[in-house]
């Protein structure tokens, strides 16, 4: 079974460039998860969606961080402009509803901004 | 505001120990609690855990859940290299979807 696919695996670039960040939800899952990881502050979440719907955005640091899920099977995260301090990994996992389920997690995108 | 709180943040432990990971939670309106293992990449999951006083087990892993006094423990038993990873434990809401993550145990399995 295909897991949470993400792309790109790295990004690399520089300052004030939008970055887009790609994720594919497990068949079937209906909830969709955005994380940020860093050294310092750990795993934090930015936001998550419900059949395609944003439900709570409250952890998306400042504007220039939006993100899209237009249909169930694919979801962007998008930072324009992009900032040194936004190098991390983020990660994107879904779940099934009903209840706190186990979220499946996808191998995440290293995203340095020089 | 929720908080995990998992210790100790750094284990080192030769092949063949015993490991206990804590954690502890202040969840609103607590469900679930969940352990993950995330080695180089995507944490992957080990445990959800709901009711207190049930162990649950997969091979040398254990895990259980206190509800009353708020935490929760994973043991690793006979060690091996391979189980060196960050260990994450989470919080879960029934009100919400959300998952409140702690720091992690990195955990170092020397041969």
């Known amino acids: 079974d295909a897991g949470v696919i993400q792309s790109p695996r790295h990004e690399v670039t520089e300052m004030g460039q939008e970055v887009t960040l790609r994720c594919k939800p497990i068949s079937g899952h209906n909830s969709l998860f955005w994380y940020r990881q860093t050294m310092m502050r750990g795993l934090e979440l930015l936001i998550y969606?419900?059949?395609?719907?944003?439900?709570?955005d409250s952890g998306m640091p400042e504007d220039r961080f939006s993100a899209k899920m237009p249909n169930a099977s694919f979801s962007t995260l998008k930072i324009q402009p992009s900032e040194p301090r936004d190098s991390a990994v983020y990660f994107c996992?879904?779940?099934?509803?009903?209840?706190?389920?186990?979220?499946?997690f996808g191998d995440g995108t290293r995203l340095s901004i020089l | 505001e929720d908080k995990v709180v998992q210790s100790p943040l750094s284990l080192v432990v030769h092949e063949g120990d015993t490991v206990t990971l804590n954690c502890s939670y202040e969840v609103t309106n607590f469900r679930s609690l969940l352990w993950y293992k995330q080695e180089k990449k995507a944490p992957t999951f080990l445990f959800m855990l709901t009711s207190s006083g049930i162990e649950k087990k997969s091979g040398r892993l254990s895990s259980i859940l206190d509800k009353k006094e708020l935490f929760s423990i994973l043991n690793i038993t006979a060690t091996q290299t391979g189980d060196s990873a960050v260990y994450l434990c989470a919080g879960g809401s029934g009100s919400a979807r959300q998952l409140t993550f702690g720091s992690g145990t990195q955990l170092t399995v020397l041969p």
């Open positions: 996992a879904s779940s099934t509803e009903g209840g706190v389920q186990p979220q499946h």
């Open positions: 969606f419900n059949n395609n719907v944003p439900i709570d």
